[in-house]
Structure formats: C-alpha cells, structure tokens
C-alpha cells in the first residue's frame, strides 16, 4: 500500500490550496485522515472521513474551513483548505487506518493509522 501525498505550495493569508493523497489500487481503508505537523510541534490531526464517505471528522481549528473529500474512481482524498492563515503552515500527511479494529471516533489518534503518506508542505505568509 503506498500514499502519495501532493499539492502543496506557498500562498498568502485568504488563499486556498487542495491537497490531494493517492492511494494504491489495493488500499481497503476503513477511514482516511489528513494530519499536520508544523517546526517544532507535535503532529496534530486535522480531518478524516469514512472510506465510503458517510462520516467526516474535524478538528476545531479547520471546521468551516477545511472539507476532506474522496474520488472513488482514481482512488484520491482531497484535502480542501480555504481561507488559509499563518498558523496553517506545516507539513501536511494523508494516513490510512485499515485494521477495522477501529471507529472514526478515533481518528484523530495517529497510532490507528497503518499507512502513512510522504509529507506536502504548506506555507502561508502573513
């Protein structure tokens, strides 16, 4: 199973970016998340969604401003970030949980992850 995450950039405050996570043809994830980790920070969730795409999860800092998408045919999740702020520049992954051993409610734990993509990073200036 390979992740391959993608599409970030440097832009300004207000801008948008769309983060994109292609997954190989033989991931069967329960739950995809997009985490961020920023110079000197812990790694802090920021969305995930249902593999079917039922159920999405977001934490505080983002609601409103971030949508979690997914494309079944090229399987693609999309990170959506609108309205972008200084406070949002970080290195962004896209991780998948496939065990079924663990609910959405979860999600936002990094250790119910078993796959992990490359890191794309995000800059916004001021």
């Known amino acids: 199973v390979q992740l391959q995450a993608s599409g970030g950039g440097f832009v300004t405050t207000g801008d948008s970016l769309r983060l994109s996570c292609v997954a190989s043809?033989?991931?069967?994830?329960?739950?995809m998340g997009w985490f961020r980790q920023a110079a000197g920070k812990e790694r802090e969730f920021i969305a995930a969604?249902?593999?079917?795409?039922?159920?999405?999860k977001y934490t505080e800092s983002v609601k409103g401003r971030f949508t979690i998408s997914r494309n079944n045919v090229d399987n693609t999740v999309y990170l959506q970030m609108n309205s972008l702020k200084p406070e949002d520049t970080a290195v962004y992954y896209c991780?998948?949980?496939?065990?079924?051993?663990?609910?959405?409610?979860?999600?936002?734990?990094?250790?119910?992850?078993?796959?992990w993509g490359n890191g794309t990073l995000v800059t916004v200036s001021s």
């Open positions: 991780a998948a949980s496939t065990s079924g051993s663990y609910t959405l409610t979860l999600s936002e734990r990094a250790d119910v992850y078993d796959y």
């Open positions: 969604m249902t593999w079917r795409g039922d159920r999405k």
């Open positions: 043809a033989n991931l069967r994830a329960y739950f």
